[in-house]
């Protein structure tokens, strides 16, 4: 058991017998009232976001998490197959705990993998993504003085937004926290 002051945003705890992921956490003193923490959880079975307000110095139930950076490998109907590099283990991974970055995973991209004990809790893509546009209407010349943008496609399936002078077989930065374009790669 750890107090509220040992815990911190991305700490896995256990609330009212669910897991959960701290978001947003802060130390509040209203004026004339005791001090207390805000939190904003995420539940790791159905990722549905509850807020809580702790006392300062109230017992928190901290999980046993063990992180393990695993190699993707495919997608079998609902789930990804990923395998451990070092025992050569395959777990099967919900695609709902990573999210909308799912579409910008390719085979062979590694992964960071929580487990509880034998389960798997929460998956995290690689921040940013190099990837090949395999279609995009082509660029004119002297449209890199706007900011205006256009669709390509990604050799994913992915559609992501791009600037105009970025044009099909090129190699871009992927941020796939927000699934925006950062930069082309050469």
Known sequence: MADTGDIGIGSVIRFNGDLYQVVEYQHRTPGNLRAFYQAKLRNL?????????????????????????????YKDGENLV???????????????????????????MMLKIAFEGDNPILAEPPTFVELVITYSEPGVKGDTATNTLKAATLETGA???VPLFVNEGEKIKIDTRTGTYVERVK
């Open 82 to 108: 990923v395998m451990d590099n070092e025992t050569f283990e395959q777990h099967y991974i919900p695609e709902v705990m990573i999210g909308d970055s799912a579409s910008y995973l390719k085979e062979e």
């Open 159 to 161: 559609v992501v937004q």
């Open 45 to 73: 079975k159905n990722g549905k976001l509850a807020e809580n307000r702790f006392r300062s110095g109230e017992q928190v139930e901290v999980a046993r998490v063990e992180y393990k950076t695993m190699q993707y490998l």
